[in-house]
């Protein structure tokens, strides 16, 4: 066939988009598949460390409208933890048992009439908790002191595994330049827009769960789930969402839904959808992992990069999730990434913290790699005195296929010629022009580049590298990439394909079409691609879903096996109608006919028909009508050998992206003057959605790089919970980006074609990070480059001032400080002796009068008072229990006192030192400094607003003791309050 | 003055798609829920509740609104249009639609429909927009797939072909 | 997110809303545009008892053009931008507008629902602070109108009566020598402005109102003389003068020095922007 009559490679229309843009395709919140269904919601943790003291559901129960409650103990009961590889000591339940590990983290599950009154009934749910101190960074969870996070297993280091290929000291004992560099590589979540759905219904008869959901796979995870609900493989129908609204990764993490909301199901004896929300998802869903690296590169004089040392500490949230630690390793066998390296050390940790787990996300492991690695070699081209380009063309792999150190085979590629295509399309020497004549006139402008192998059609062995060889020995072998697809012809002659690849979006109906038709010689209007899986259906495997890149890979390849099945019968039904070799026939436009033998021609929808009605005379080697199952599963992809070596990916594609941007120093603002990125992914089966796979893996990157976080205060609160604070890049905020294509195809796959899609995610973050770097001679900084962090760097300060403690003050006399995220102090005047005022804040009765909102104080020591207080800011307002501790008095000059609150909305804890001195005859000036922290979901939602809120409150209160003393009724008119409330608030800005 | 106890229903009539409706909730609950749950058209999505996705957006009286941040009991007597009345009555992709096909303007669909709503608004205010305008009214909806560009490029191309089809029409009349 | 559930009352008319207010006064939220409210109802950040919706009293949605610009409380975002008399007698706010929240949300979103709100990021508030404008506040009881100035006492807390509604708001009218300028600073567009910087400039009198929103809990509006011939060094002079008077919030995204220095870059900017579209007029 011509090319120009191929339909691969072609910009074909997609078929899924009439369904879309009418609004009639069907999402998981669109489905109702049992009779009925109710609603369930969560009751989540507002604590991101703390035991569960007791769970109250009673008045839950009696809200009318609800059918049950699914505790933490039901859970316990009715089901198994989900298994890890690393130990049986981590449990992971799809709920809190016992202890609460991460804001979010689902507590009990109230299921009722409708999604509102399971709201309402959450609400009515009383937990009692007892906080403790969270593990939120890497360095809290290696630190020996830390709370551990699972007691049974007794660290918050949860893997350690080291490696060694080649002769890593030896290269570093000789280097001429060793150059290092250290990462804290941050958290994201790709937030798909449509979030998890899970609807689970329970037959008891049968014992068998029926569940539909936008799980994206692998489906590795279904025995895993499974052994969890304690059920065996056929009584867990899982049946996917006709459409699934973006997953990028996030819904690999639905799989620990599936068990709670099906335990729920099965608990009230009514089938259950739960629909999660934009703030569960924000909290609960899953994130990439964090990671802490510590790179050493080491150099000859000429630049050559001789040997790579590696110590990365990943960050895996509160539970060892499956398929973690498998971000840490499914980077690992191309730890050289693009480069001739041959000696390796690595040295790997796991911790845990007080987050959301970890699963994957865009770029799944590429990211957190890729960025120390790229940094470090613009560093070392700063100090070694070469180009950072040049440096990168020295060392690029240049012959293929190429095995690196850890057993990867690189097939093809052109590494030089796609970084020469970059510069060209930049326009590098206009950049480098452009960059002079700004430095001359006093700007920061930049140049960055990154480079990038993207792994794709991942061998599942990968994640067995975190067992070394011995634990390896002990177990059945994991190893394969494959896919599978089957393409059948009706007795009409339509062609339906089923394939398990599972798509959010990608168009795999439409490209699926277009492979089917060139090797069946139909039009892709005729092909009907079905991407439904139903696990009670033949076309599932383990390996089912999407994720690594496998559809472009072996996904296609598989569905090209099955066509060409299809296709040889077609010939050989035609062959022996036409009296020719089954060789000469052609397929083409839906007619068979032998070019070379004649002007015969048949319909090929004619020859299917024949095979389904005609079975009693089939020409030889055909079995029957067209059904053909392929299994596309290399035989390269094997285990790792006893040396850790394995080929870890199918395909390997690579990735140019260079930028030019201007960093203003006033505002920390970076603006792109240009973006390109060059790639090669192979063949391209369809350019407008790899077009369009690029760019979305731009903007993931881009936001990656600039403006995206989950970021969590020192007491585990995550402060990202809405979309107003986990800012995901719109329109206006993406710079243009220049696509140039160079393919070297894949000879691993039946198209050529490699994954693509992930590089941008993969190393927008570094490109951004070396041009900033290039421009303000920044050394360390780690995304995102909000412009306020940025600002930071530049003029010398922290980057993340408020989730830090401040070194400075306040603090007491002794130097201890008054720990907490909001600070202040203030000071007011009172016209009374300073003893008046002390016994004043020390008596229960005039505190009762004193504390606005306050229905009830008693003093349950003499140095404690427990009290309840109805605090209400602007409105927003909840019943506080209060506990307070006064300590380290000396009368009646100082004292200080320490609060913690706890309410259905949030908590607060803060410490004040308070200080009375007799100013004048008769006048005490009360000074006080606090430090604070307000948590849980006020914190998430008025982030912005806490600072504020926090100094009011407090100038309220020494507002009203003062009237108190003074004689007068704390509250008085309106008028008088606002006088009152401007005096306090002038004391903070000195009378401006 | 209308009075709904909390708790209780209320009936709503309106108009949806060109046809008047009927409708029984809440007063709390969302307008995306009434339509979609209630009256069954699922093709508004939800996707953050809190009004800054804009994938829940519809055109009520022409505008474009979060219909995630409307209350039921507020649509009473409104003219509301969802991404089921934008095609044709046989259910042809409207012009717009067609960009959007044409353009790869959308992958896996979720945003779409709130786009096409607010897009829909602005072509009938904008007929010259610029790519700079086209995108500050997108800073109101968050797309995780495309990148944006391709629903640029569609609205942009949307724009100039009603531009010179109103220009054909404007000089037809003219030769008449 | 499903909002609590709450009586649901929809006021015909301004008396009927006062009525309602003065009956349950602080269990009532005001239901505007919807912007803000709604998504704190569905968050559960407020449980208010009873919900008012006004957006069908016809008489709050008026733009009245005398002494002064009076808006109606209810007057869209959208609305108030492609005005004319507030193009041209209020530019300021025309000029402020395009940065309030997004294109979807200023179709619903109300002048008066902000100024009420009060975040301390909020462009309305700030303009109205600058140019010394006016809140009308009704109850049962009695009408009254109280200055920006006074109106805005912290984050998102106003001297509002749990009985009052804000019916109106009064703009003054530009004088024909008054020349302005709007300059904001967010991560993202449309984004919570980090530091919003007016300027209103009269030309005549040489005098110059900035204000400053973002930076502490309220609207900050300081007033300067400027000299004729005004040049870089002065402005520079006065932005980092004033910049160093104020109180500066800190929070996850900018530290208080971080805001400061956006307050010294955008009085610049506002204070050249006015000063040349006077020149403009020389």
Known sequence: ???????????????????????????????????????????????????????????????????????????????????????????????????????????????????????????????????????VTIEDALAPSS??????????????????????EGEFAKAAKVVSCRVDYPR??????????????????????????????????????????????????????????????????????????????????????????????LAASSAATGRATHIDGAFDENGRLLALRLKQTENVGAYL???????????????????????????????????????????????????????????????????????????????????????????????????????????????????????????????????????????????????????????????????????????????????????????????????????VGVNPEDVEVITDLDTFGGAW?????????????????????????????????????????????????????????????????????????????????????????????????????????????????FQCDLTGVEVNAETGRVHVHRYVSAHDAGTLLNPAVVEGQLRGGFAHGFGAAMLERVTYAADGTLLSGTFQDYLCPTAPELPDLDIAHYATPSPNTIQGAKGLGDGCSMIAPVTMANAIADATGLRDLTPPFLPGRLWQLLHGGAPDLTLTRPKAVPHDETGRELSGALRGRGAVAIEVAPQRVWDALLDPTQLRAIIPGCENI??????????????????????????????????????KLAARGESKLGFGRGEALVTLEEADLGVTQLTYEYGADVGGRVATFGQRMLDGVVKVVLADFFDRLRAHVRGEKPGGTVLQRVRRFFAVLQAFWGGS | MLEVEAGAKTTLHFTLNGKPVQAEAEARMQLADLLRHVLKQYGTHVGCEHGICGACTVLIDGRAVRSCLIFAAQVEGATVTTVEGLAGDNGELNDLQLAFRKHHALQCGFCTPGILASATQFLSEHANASERDIRDMLSGHICRCTGYTGIVEAISATAQNRKSRDKKQTSTEKDE | MKPAPFKYVRADSVEEALSVLAKFGDDVRVVAGGQSLGAMLNMRIVTPTIVLDINRIIGLSKIESGADIVTGAMVRQADALSNSAIRRHVGLLAQALPHVGHYQTRNRGTLGGSVAHADPSAEIPLVLATLGGEIELRSARRVRRVAAKQFFRSALVTIRGGDELVTAL???????????????????????????????FERGARRMRLGFGGCGEVPHVVEVSAPSGTNANWVEEIARELSKQLDFRSDLLASANYRRSLATVLARKAMIASIEKARAYA
């Open chain 1, 1 to 135: 066939m011509a090319a120009s009559e191929r339909w691969v490679g072609k910009s074909l229309e997609r078929f899924e988009d009439a369904a879309l843009l009418t609004g009639r395709a069907r999402f998981m919140d669109d489905l109702e598949p049992a009779a009925g269904l109710c609603h369930a919601a969560i009751l989540r943790s507002q604590h991101g460390s703390a035991d569960i003291r007791s769970i109250d559901i009673a008045a839950a129960l009696a809200l009318p409208g609800v059918f049950g409650v699914l505790t933490p103990d039901d859970v316990a009961a009715m089901s198994n933890p989900i298994g890890n590889m690393v130990s049986r000591k981590l449990h992971y339940y799809p709920c809190a048992v016992g202890r609460a590990r991460y804001f979010g983290e689902p507590i009990a599950v109230v299921v009722a009439e409708s999604r509102y009154v399971a709201e309402d009934a959450v609400d009515l749910i009383e937990v009692v908790y007892d906080p403790k101190p969270a593990v």
């Open chain 1, 858 to 895: 008693e003093q349950t020591s003499p140095d404690t008072f427990r009290a309840r207080i109805r605090v209400s800011i602007a409105g927003i307002g909840a019943l506080y229990e209060v506990q307070i501790r006064i300590f380290d008095r000396e009368e009646p000059e100082r004292l």
């Open chain 3, 170 to 200: 009064h703009w003054p009218r530009a004088s024909s020598d008054l020349d302005a300028a709007f300059f904001e600073f967010a991560v993202r567009e449309g984004d919570f402005a980090i530091v919003a910087v007016a300027c209103a």
């Open chain 1, 188 to 281: 994201v979540n790709s937030t798909p827009i449509e979030t998890y759905g899970v609807i689970a219904d329970f037959d008891a008869g049968n014992g068998r769960y029926t569940v539909w959901s936008n799980f994206q796979g692998p489906y590795a995870m279904h025995p895993l789930v499974c052994d969890a609900l304690r059920v065996r493989g056929h009584q867990l129908r899982l049946i996917s969402s006709p459409s699934s609204g973006g997953s990028f990764g996030i819904k690999h993490g639905v799989y620990p839904y599936i068990v709670l909301i099906g335990l729920a199901a099965r608990k009230v004896g009514r089938p259950v959808k739960w629909i999660e929300d934009r703030i569960e998802h």
């Open chain 1, 147 to 168: 709370t551990r996070l699972h007691d049974d297993f007794g660290s918050n280091v949860v893997h350690e595994r080291t490696f060694r290929y080649g002769d890593p």
């Open chain 1, 541 to 653: 495997s383990i390996t089912s879903g999407n994720y690594s890149n496998r559809f472009s890979t072996v996904v296609v390849s598989a569905v090209a096996v099955a066509a060409r099945m299809a296709a040889r019968k077609l010939r050989a039904t035609a062959a022996k109608a036409f009296g020719v070799e089954p060789g000469m026939v052609q397929l083409l436009n839906g007619t068979a006919s032998a070019p070379g033998a004649g002007n015969e021609s048949v319909p090929i929808r004619r020859l299917a028909m024949q095979l389904h009605w005609d079975a009693g005379d089939l020409p030889e080697g055909v079995d029957g009508s067209i059904s053909e199952l392929a299994e596309f599963s290399p035989d390269t992809m094997t285990v790792p050998d006893e040396h850790d070596r394995m080929r870890s990916s199918l395909t390997y594609s």
């Open chain 1, 321 to 519: 999730r499956p398929p973690d630690p498998a971000s840490l390793y499914r980077m690992h066998s191309t730890l050289s990434g693009p480069y001739r390296v041959r000696h390796i050390a690595v040295e790997n940790k796991v911790v845990v913290t007080n987050q959301v787990p970890s699963g994957l996300n865009r770029g799944f492991g590429g990211p957190q790699f890729y960025y120390p690695l790229e940094r470090m070699m613009d560093l070392a081209a700063k100090e070694i005195g070469i180009d950072p380009i040049e440096l990168r063309l020295r060392n690029v792999v240049q012959t293929f296929p190429y095995e690196t150190p850890a057993g990867s085979v690189l097939e093809s590629g052109d590494y030089r010629r796609c970084i020469e295509l970059a510069l060209e399309r930049a326009g590098y020497k206009e950049l480098v022009a452009q960059r002079e004549s700004a430095r001359k006139e006093g700007r920061m402008f930049g140049i960055g580049m990154a480079l990038a192998v993207e792994t794709s059609a991942s061998n599942m062995a990968y994640v067995d590298l975190a067992l070394t060889q011995a634990q390896r020995a002990k177990q059945l072998p994991k190893s394969g990439a494959a896919g599978r697809a089957r393409v059948i012809m009706d007795p009409l002659g339509a062609i339906i394909v089923h394939v398990d690849s599972l798509p959010n979006g990608q168009g795999h109906r439409t490209v699926v079409a277009q492979i089917v038709a060139d090797e």
